[in-house]
């Protein structure tokens, strides 16, 4: 991510990032898991990560993706990006237990980092000088009610 822009900074921005750093590393836990052939530990941690990207993308859709995407600047985008939810959300639902659905769920991990790059590195840079005060306070709504917990303000 950026380090001249200021994004994070943002309390809400701060805690996408947070997620983004927790799914990444289970993704990697998940390789490893596969690449020792622990079929076990491979589908608890899968599980853990839809779980996780479920909430996070919900956040995401529900909060700073709905704000964003009354601009039309940024609605091209942000559909790209709820695009990628879909098809790793479908990918990581293959069937664990045969060579093809674990290279489907690898392949899909492989899309991780980049997916994460676009927002990190467009989205919420972009958020700054796009979302005004009143949308801000909308996005951080959405995503404690998605989490159930409060971002500082």
Known sequence: MCQYCGCRDIPLIKEFIAEHEAVYNLSGEIERALERGDIAAARQQLAEIERKLREHWAGEEQGLFAVMRDDPD???????????????????TADITTPAGRDQILA??????PHIEKEEDGLFPMSLTTLSGDQWDAAID????????RVPR
């Open 74 to 92: 940024c609605a091209d985008y942000i559909e790209a990006l709820e695009s990628e939810h879909r098809e790793m959300t479908v990918a990581l």
């Open 108 to 113: 899909s991990l492989a899309t991780l980092w």
């Open 142 to 149: 959405a995503w404690e009610r998605v989490h159930h917990r």
